[in-house]
T-cell receptor, first 112, second 114 residues
Framework: GNSVTQMEGPVTLSEEAFLTINCTYT??????LFWYVQYPGEGLQLLLK?????DKGSNKGFEATYRKETTSFHLEKGSVQVSDSAVYFC???????????FGAGTRLFVKA | DAGITQSPRHKVTETGTPVTLRCHQT?????MYWYRQDPGHGLRLIHY???????DKGEVSDGYSVSRSKTEDFLLTLESATSSQTSVYFC?????????????FGPGTRLTVT
């Protein structure tokens, strides 16, 4: 079946540090891949996505590249800010599917 | 921001009482979902809808029912609330846009069953 595995948190970084949150997936077909972010007290919101292999999604300084050969979609940011403190969810929808499979979420704390 | 509202935003109720949560969208998206979010369990799908009067169960549907009589409204009912249903409930919507089914979430409803 389809599944998403992401690194456990919490991840604690100092401001301006480099961020990587690992995400790997299992899926048949050609899934679309997403990163969602949840700020405290809010619902999830789409951060970025990639719909085919080798695509790079980017938004707000965050990037992730769809790697079919390693079934991965790692989230990166070159210099984190305190305002990036949130929970990050990796997710996929499979070919022709409308249901989303979410990872467990990774909480990020950024210290000033 | 996608137009999704949830009501109520907070509710405290007693064990055994019925509770209905409402999700309303103004985006005319075909698909609607109810999730619950609990510490240590991530996001779990309760029920979903793929059209008016078309609904199906998710992974944690026991004790919940849903209805969708209009495109814009999706109701979640707890027939007889239990303490294990204390949670934060999120509604989401999606449709096929820009080559994918990205989801848009409401602000959540915090439900406490005492």
């Amino acid at each position: 079946g389809n599944s998403v595995t992401q690194m456990e948190g919490p991840v604690t970084l100092s401001e301006e540090a480099f961020l990587t949150i690992n995400c790997t997936y299992t899926a048949t077909g050609y899934p679309s891949l997403f990163w969602y972010v949840q700020y405290p007290g809010e619902g999830l919101q789409l951060l970025l996505k990639a719909t085919k292999a080798d695509d790079k999604g980017s938004n707000k300084g965050f990037e992730a590249t769809y790697r079919k050969e390693t079934t991965s979609f790692h989230l990166e940011k070159g210099s984190v800010q305190v305002s990036d403190s949130a929970v990050y969810f990796c997710a996929l929808t499979n070919t022709g599917g409308f249901k989303t499979i979410f990872g467990a979420g990774t909480r990020l704390f950024v210290k000033a | 921001d996608a137009g999704i509202t949830q009501s109520p935003r907070h509710k405290v109720t007693e064990t055994g009482t019925p509770v209905t949560l409402r999700c309303h969208q103004t985006e005319n998206h075909r698909y609607m979902y109810w999730y619950r979010q609990d510490p240590g369990h991530g996001l779990r799908l309760i029920h979903y809808s793929y059209g008016v009067k078309d609904t199906d169960k998710g992974e944690v549907s026991d004790g919940y029912s849903v209805s969708r009589s209009k495109t814009e409204d999706f109701l979640l009912t707890l027939e007889s609330a239990t303490s294990s249903q204390t949670s934060v409930y999120f509604c989401a919507i999606s449709d096929y846009r820009q080559d994918s089914y990205e989801q848009y979430f409401g602000p959540g409803t915090r439900l406490t069953v005492t």
